[in-house]
């Protein structure tokens, strides 16, 4: 069965505390792995696409990685207005998406 | 400009009561989505449409029913069937050819 699995399910960090968020994941002929952003009462903003183990894609202070069973979100240096909720996603060879449950970021001044 | 708009973005409704909630696109996109969001829990499928005239159920589907008359547009209806409606509902949308979708601002749905 298809699922994801993001942890921690919450982190704190002081502005300028570099750190990662987790998302582990099992799936049939992984088509894409998504990162998301989202903001208290928003829809989902669409990050990145990772297709492929070895794939990294950066985007200002993020940076995403991927292996064969997990990826990961890299904060460098956050910001305040970093502090969102990342989701993380899965398309195997359904038309499917496969979502996990979210790790809120606060980033604290 | 292109997006995904949902529309309205509060609404309320009483016990026994349909409503419909509203997807409209302009990014030319044949697949649509709906999904379910409640605290704590990952998004859930409810319906999703490759193409006009077509749509499958996705995880959570009972008490839920779509249409999908035009590519553009993707209503749902939340029928009186559905026992706990309240919740965040989320409309996506993608290409057939690329993998990623992209998502509404959300319709939030509350039970009075």
């Known amino acids: 069965e298809d699922q994801v699995t993001q942890s921690p399910e919450a982190l704190r960090l002081q502005e300028g505390e570099s750190s990662s968020l987790n998302c582990s994941y099992t799936?049939?002929?992984?088509?894409?792995l998504f990162w998301y952003r989202q903001d208290p009462g928003k829809g989902p903003e669409f990050l990145f696409t990772?297709?492929?183990a070895g794939e990294e894609k950066e985007k200002e202070r993020l940076k995403a990685t991927l292996t064969k069973k997990e990826s990961f979100l890299h904060i460098t240096a956050p910001k305040p207005e970093d502090s969102a909720t990342y989701l993380c996603?899965?398309?195997?060879?359904?038309?499917?998406?496969?979502f996990g449950t979210g790790t809120s970021l606060t980033v604290i001044p | 400009d292109g997006g995904i708009t949902q529309s309205p973005k509060y609404l309320f409704r009483k016990e026994g009561q349909n409503v419909t909630l509203s997807c409209e696109q302009n990014?030319?996109?044949?697949?649509m989505y709906w999904y379910r969001q409640d605290p704590g829990q990952g998004l859930r499928l409810i319906y999703y449409?490759?193409?006009?005239?077509?749509?499958q159920k996705g995880d959570i589907a009972e008490g839920y029913s779509v249409s999908r008359e035009k590519k553009e547009s993707f209503p749902l209806t939340v029928t009186s069937a559905q026992k706990n409606p309240t919740a965040f509902y989320l409309c996506?949308?993608?290409?057939?050819?690329?993998?990623?979708?992209?998502f509404g601002q959300g319709t939030r749905l509350t039970v009075v």
């Open positions: 996506a949308s993608s290409h057939l050819g690329t993998v990623e979708a992209f």
């Open positions: 799936v049939s002929g992984l088509r894409g």
């Open positions: 990772l297709y492929s």
């Open positions: 996603a899965v398309r195997g060879t359904g038309n499917q998406f496969y």
């Open positions: 990014l030319n996109h044949d697949a």
């Open positions: 449409s490759q193409i006009v005239n077509d749509f």
